[in-house]
């Protein structure tokens, strides 16, 4: 066994070409949360697998680094020592627009780099008895009715000998690919591919980067979300120092922008609050930021002709940042997939297993995406957050209940106080 606390960059575990000759049970294509959960839970269950990322890790990801207390009590249900033990914990959200703020405290969040959560998790997969193969890009899965597995086809260099790119078979593919799931579906009949995403027209791009330890006074345990005209932005101190920027942008707002960066500093001028500790723009404007793929999306949980591909986490749909989805959703539908996979006699039928996973989806998410979407139309209406501002810094019963919605923290004993 290899301790996980030794794998927060794990290495490979096996060779492409050495994984091209295996029968895989469950092949899961990307190792953020919902991937790397998805196959230490299959691993643990003696199922097969095999973990696959384009990247090797640690890579960048745009993410707020905030755990909820959903995250939280994910990881717990993982194990004990899910949760790395260097997470900071998060006290507090100051909200801030149009020059105004108010600070609300909040139980049982954390604060955490992707670059540790992500290691940490691939690591204990691991150690579960999952194999892990970074740097492999998947390109296509074929489902074929009239085959035994399904085919994942895979490139890059970590993927590619004088055979050409491989082919892997599994039983099951898990797409856990995240908003930039392109990988292509084919059902073995002439029909060609399958309908892959929808994106929402209105839908907001991502927006994030690191800015260094001393770019402002943040303290540790605050997020700051700044809410401008054209999206808004979180602010938090990581357990290293640095400090986590992480935004949701109207695209036209970014268009209009010379660089995201400018788009940020933008936002912050705009929702500025003295009071708030806030980078200035100097430090914005020298940071290296990223953009996500547009965010609010939905695509089939089950595909192939055999219903052997399954999405999982942000591949199957995603709303907004900061609206109470994220990590933890992506780890909850993680557990309910590898439910629905895994009978106590052993792996179940396709057929059953994507109706098992279908159902408790659906029972689980369907409420829990409306509140989403109601929690992003607010943080579009000025006129909303500047409410909950007034509320949360005049009535501590009302902060309360806006600051599970802004965390996506479920608890109701968050206590407030406004300042
Ligand atoms: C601006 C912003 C702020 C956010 N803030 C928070 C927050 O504070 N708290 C929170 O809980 N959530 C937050 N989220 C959401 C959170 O980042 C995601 O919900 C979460 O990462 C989803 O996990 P996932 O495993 O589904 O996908 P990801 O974490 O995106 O992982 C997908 C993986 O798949 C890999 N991959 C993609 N395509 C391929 C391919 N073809 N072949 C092989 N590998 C592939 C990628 O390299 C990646 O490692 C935020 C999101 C955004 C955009």
């Given at each position: 066994m290899i301790a996980p606390s030794q794998l927060s960059a794990p290495s490979a575990t096996i060779a492409a070409d050495t994984a091209a000759d295996v029968d895989w049970q469950a092949v899961v294509v990307g190792a953020g949360p919902a991937g790397a959960a998805t196959a230490w839970?299959?691993?643990?269950?003696?199922?097969r697998t095999l973990l696959i990322d384009r990247h090797a890790f640690p890579r960048a990801k745009v993410c707020g680094c905030?755990?909820?207390?959903?995250?939280?009590?994910?990881?717990?249900?993982?194990?004990?020592?899910a949760l790395p033990?260097?997470?900071?914990?998060?006290?507090?959200?100051?909200?801030?627009?149009?020059?105004?703020?108010?600070?609300i405290s909040l139980p049982a969040g954390r604060v955490v780099s992707r670059d540790l959560l992500d290691g940490h998790l691939v690591g204990h997969a691991i150690s579960a008895g999952c194999h892990w193969l970074p740097g492999v890009h998947v390109s296509a899965v074929a489902d074929d009715a009239h085959e035994q597995t399904a085919r994942v086809t895979c490139s890059g260099?970590?993927?590619?000998?004088?055979?050409?790119?491989?082919?892997?078979?599994?039983?099951?593919?898990?797409?856990?690919?995240?908003?930039?799931?392109?990988?292509?579906?084919?059902?073995?009949?002439?029909?060609g591919a399958e309908p892959a995403r929808h994106i929402a027209t209105e839908s907001r791009i991502g927006v994030g980067g690191i800015l260094p330890a001393d770019a402002c006074d943040l303290p540790d345990?605050?997020?700051?979300?700044?809410?401008?005209?054209?999206?808004?932005?979180?602010?938090v101190r990581l357990e290293d120092g640095r400090i986590d920027v992480a935004a949701a942008f109207d695209r036209a707002a970014?268009?209009?922008?010379?660089?995201?960066?400018?788009?940020?500093?933008?936002?912050?001028?705009?929702?500025?609050?003295?009071?708030?500790?806030?980078p200035d723009t100097d430090a914005v404007l020298a940071a290296a930021f990223r953009v996500t793929p547009p965010l609010t999306r939905h695509a089939p949980l089950v595909a192939g002709a055999a219903r052997r591909i399954l999405r999982v986490g942000d591949a199957a749909g995603y709303v907004e940042p900061f609206t109470g989805e994220g990590i933890g959703w992506a780890m909850t539908a993680a557990r309910i997939l590898s439910g629905a996979l895994v009978a106590p006699l052993g792996l179940r039928s396709?057929?059953?297993?994507?109706?098992?996973?279908?159902?408790?989806?659906?029972?689980?998410?369907?409420?829990l995406h409306a509140r989403c979407s109601l929690v992003a139309a607010g943080l579009r209406r000025p006129a909303v957050v500047?409410?909950?501002?007034?509320?949360?810094?005049?009535?501590?019963?009302?902060?309360?209940?806006?600051?599970?919605?802004?965390?996506?923290s479920e608890s109701r004993r968050a206590s407030a106080c406004a300042s």
């Open positions: 839970r299959l691993a643990a269950q003696g199922v905030c755990l909820s207390s959903r995250a939280v009590r994910e990881l717990e249900l993982l194990a004990p020592d033990a260097a997470a900071v914990r998060l006290d507090a959200v100051r909200l801030a627009h149009r020059g105004r703020w108010a600070r260099d970590a993927a590619t000998t004088g055979r050409g790119p491989h082919a892997l078979r599994a039983g099951f593919v898990i797409l856990a690919a995240g908003l930039a799931d392109h990988v292509r579906i084919t059902n073995g009949s002439a029909s345990g605050e997020l700051v979300m700044a809410v401008g005209r054209a999206g808004y932005c979180g602010l970014i268009a209009r922008s010379t660089a995201p960066g400018q788009a940020i500093a933008a936002l912050l001028a705009d929702a500025g609050a003295s009071a708030c500790p806030l396709p057929a059953e297993a994507a109706h098992h996973y279908h159902a408790a989806h659906t029972r689980v998410f369907g409420r500047a409410a909950a501002i007034t509320a949360a810094r005049a009535l501590p019963l009302a902060a309360r209940m806006v600051a599970p919605v802004v965390i996506g």
